[in-house]
């Protein structure tokens, strides 16, 4: 006997109902719009969008595992930490919903 899975378990396969959610988030699209021409480190973002530090890593994982965005380069401070900075694989995305299985276009960035 097969068990069924329910919509929550059938939406996490479904990618593109994960990419309509994040571009639906509005800290998820503040975050992605704001690196199409140039990128940025999740501090600059945190601080310049007022968006708690956590939070604005949450968001770029979430993002990097839906491919929307890439890691541009890699920087070291002085101290040897370092710092991702982020741009986005996208400059465009429309959403049409018609009917129960919506369409998503992705322009590359």
């Keep these: 006997m097969t068990k069924k899975l329910t919509l929550?378990?059938?939406?996490?396969?479904?990618i593109t109902q994960r990419i309509i959610e994040a571009l639906t988030d509005?800290?998820?699209?503040?975050?992605?719009?704001?690196?199409?021409?140039k990128g940025?480190?999740?501090?600059?973002?945190?601080?310049?969008?007022?968006i708690p530090l956590s939070s604005v890593y949450k968001k770029l994982t979430d993002l990097e595992g839906l491919s929307l965005i890439r890691v541009?380069?890699?920087l070291i401070s002085d101290s040897g930490r370092k710092f991702k900075v982020f741009k986005s694989r996208?400059?465009?995305?429309?959403?049409i919903?018609?009917?129960?299985e919506p369409?998503?276009?992705?322009?590359p960035n």
């Design 40 to 50: 940025k480190t999740a501090i600059e973002l945190s601080d310049k969008y007022k």
């Design 26 to 37: 509005v800290q998820s699209r503040t975050i992605l719009f704001s690196i199409i021409k």
């Design 72 to 74: 541009e380069q890699l």
């Design 97 to 100: 919903i018609k009917t129960s």
């Design 90 to 95: 996208i400059s465009k995305a429309d959403i």
């Design 8 to 14: 929550n378990q059938t939406k996490k396969f479904d």
């Design 103 to 107: 369409t998503l276009t992705l322009v």
